[in-house]
C-alpha cells in the first residue's frame, strides 16, 4: 500500500500460473490481486489471517456479571485439611 492508495494488480488465469508465489506476497503485504477467467469471473487473493476482528469498546457491556461480595476476603477454611 502506499500512504491510502491500494495498489491493484489485474491479471488473466494464464499469467498468474507462472507467478503465484509473486502474487501471493503481493497479497500478503496489502496489495489488491485480482484473477480473471477468459469468462470474466474475477477473483481476489486475500491473506486469511490479516482479516481479524477489532473489539469496539463497550461491547460486551452488561455481559459480566459479579457478585455482591467481589471485594471480601476468601474463605478457604472449608478446604484446607
Do not use: W
Not at 491493484?8 to 496489502?30: D, R, S, V, Y
Not at 473489539?55 to 457478585?67: L, N, Q, R, T, Y
Amino acid at each position: 500500500m502506499l500512504g491510502n492508495i491500494n495498489v491493484m494488480h489485474q491479471f488473466n488465469l494464464k499469467e498468474p500460473e507462472t507467478q503465484l508465489t509473486k502474487l501471493i506476497a503481493a497479497a500478503a503485504g496489502g496489495e489488491e490481486v485480482i484473477i480473471t477467467r477468459s469468462d470474466g469471473a474475477s477473483f481476489k487473493i486475500v491473506p486469511i489471517s490479516a482479516v481479524g476482528a477489532i473489539p469496539k469498546f463497550g461491547s460486551a457491556k452488561g455481559c459480566v456479571k459479579m457478585s455482591d461480595n467481589f471485594d471480601e476476603p476468601l474463605e478457604f477454611e472449608d478446604y484446607a485439611p
